[in-house]
Structure formats: C-alpha cells, structure tokens
C-alpha cells in the first residue's frame, strides 16, 4: 500500500480484480476498477480528475499514480518478457462505462500510452461535444483530449493482440447514449457503470432517454440470466457507484419494477428540485434500494411512449 495521503482507497474484490473509491469534492465517490493480467492491466473508468479531491492538501492525487504504487507493492505492475528477459511494464486498457465527467476525469493521465475503449453505439455523441455531454462545462473540469483505440460493439467478446480478456461488451444506452456493461466471465461479474446501484437513484438527466434505458434493461437481464444458467453461478454487480458486491439478477428485476411503477405513478415521490434550471423529479420503490431522478419532460416522453397518463407534480 501507498504511505502517500491520497483522496484514494484500495480494496481487493476477487483474485483478479481491485476496487479504487476517489474521495471527491463533489461527493460523487466514483467506483473505478483495476484488473490484473499476466502482460496487461484493465482499467474501468478513472474518476474525476487530480483537482477534485475532497481534501485539496492530500500527497497523491494523481489515480494513475495511486493505483501503480499499490501494483507495484503487489508485484502485479509489471512482467517478465520470456524473450528477451526485460521487465517490462504491463500496458494499460481503459474502458469508459460511460463518458460523464466522473469516469473521465483521470482519463488524460492514460491517454498518451493506454488503449481506450468506449462504446460505439453512438460515436457522434462522444466526437462532436464532449464538453457539454460529459458535464466537464457545467461543472468547470477541462474535457479530456484522448484516442479511442476501439470503439466496442454489441455482445463483442474481447481480444487485445491474441489475449482472450475473457470480457464481454454490452451496449446500454439509457443512462447516457454511450454507456456500456461489461461481462467478466473469468470472475462473473458485470461492470454495470451508472445503469445500476442501489440506494442513490439512477439519473436520467439531459443526455438520457428513458425508453432506451428500459430497453437496454430488459436485454440485460436477459443476457444476466442466460449465464446464470449456463454457469450454475450467481452474476454481481459492480457498479459505477456505491455498489460491488449484489446479486446482478435481482438488482435488475428490482430496478425494473421501480422503473415501471415510476413511469405508472406509484412510485414514491421522494423529492422535486430544480438542478441546472431543469425540473427533477426522485421517485424510489417502497423500500428505497432503488430509483429514478429524472427531469421532468424526459419522464413525461417516456410516460407518453407507454401510454400512461398523469399529471407529474411540480418541482418545488
Ligand atoms: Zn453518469
């Protein structure tokens, strides 16, 4: 482990795979993942960047740094070239889950000598304005500059250079257009991004869509419960936020249900606001696991396209 203060913590979620929480100013606590392979490291999202620790006065700010000290201290950082007999580094794989300002914050600190991979549904949404859709603007974080070395497809299982990652991409526009789910079939579980977590409701804000989000739900499950069978084992979910260790297929069946009673008006209401001059309306289920914050005409389209109507409340 690092001796540095850092706005990091370190935790080791299965043999292959550690858990990196960055403590940061605007409370987002973003979930970032590392994978360890024999030549090459994985990285699931990077945070939100070096100038938004929560504590401004820490040593290390730096994620890169952060996560490469504590390889290191494992012995997990680099490898032995058979060939030639150099230690070598192990080359970075960033995937973004999504291009939100909490996932790509750290992204520049890889962009020079990393791969990235980023959902290809819709590579306008992360070419064109970037600034806006990532909410960097909004929030005053500079937009990282970077290449995306593969843009991922549909239930595309992954290779780089011959090595089997044993992952698997899926696309899950809802969140956002470009947010994806990852399926580790080594470790079986799913990198879930922002589509799923407990107790936080899941935001459907300015670059969301509803309709798809449901969507890209139900196929979701579907895929969940292909390989719960296939594997007679239970899929969890590690997620962009909050939660690492729940059971995939019943998150999913549980979000499912919120989202329809949300969209029938029986979810409870549990908050209106007014969030950068857009009416948000939070409605949780019953027991207040899971949730929806939306801005108001993003649930009033997907209500339209279901058929349900409802008089939405007034934001406060
Ligand atoms: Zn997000």
């Not at 940061?24 to 490291?41: G, M, Q």
């Not at 009673?261 to 019953?286: F, P, Q």
Request: glycine letters at 6%; one cysteine or more; a negative charge.
């Amino acid at each position: 482990m690092t001796t540095k203060t850092s706005c990091f913590t370190w935790k080791t979620l299965n043999p292959s795979t550690y858990r990196v929480v960055q403590n940061d100013i605007l409370k987002e606590l973003p979930f970032i993942y590392v994978k360890v392979y024999p030549t090459l490291l994985l990285l699931v999202d990077t945070g939100c960047g070096p100038n938004h620790c929560m504590d401004p006065t820490v040593e290390e700010k730096s994620i890169r740094s952060y996560i490469e000290t504590n390889l290191e201290a494992e012995g997990r950082l680099t490898y032995v070239d058979p060939e030639t007999n150099e230690t070598k580094n192990k080359h970075w794989l960033v995937f973004i889950t999504h291009t939100h300002y909490d996932h790509i914050g750290g992204l520049f600190e890889f962009a020079d000598d990393s791969s990235v991979f980023i959902s290809g549904n819709d590579r306008d949404y992360i070419l064109k304005d970037l600034g806006c859709n990532s909410l960097c603007c909004a929030f005053n974080i500079p937009t990282p500059k970077f290449t995306v070395a593969h843009w991922l497809q549909q239930n595309e299982k992954l290779t780089f250079n011959g090595v089997d990652l044993h992952l698997e991409s899926l696309l899950t526009p809802g969140h956002t257009p470009d947010e994806i789910a990852l399926y580790d079939s080594e470790e079986h579980v799913i990198y879930a991004g922002d589509s799923l977590y407990e107790v936080l409701p899941i935001y459907i804000i300015e670059t969301s869509n509803m309709i798809e989000y449901i969507g890209s739900m139900e196929t979701l499950l579907k895929f969940v419960r292909e390989k719960n069978e296939a594997t007679g084992k239970r899929l969890i979910t590690y997620s962009g936020h909050i939660t690492d260790n729940v059971d995939t297929e019943n998150l999913i069946v549980e979000t499912i249900a919120c989202f329809w009673d949300t969209l029938k008006g029986k979810a409870v209401l549990d908050k209106t606001m007014v969030m950068r001059e857009k009416n948000l309306l939070i409605y949780m289920s019953e027991n207040r696991n899971v949730g929806f914050m939306c801005i108001d005409t993003k649930l009033e389209e997907a209500k339209k396209h279901f058929g349900f109507e409802w008089p939405l409340p007034t934001s406060a």
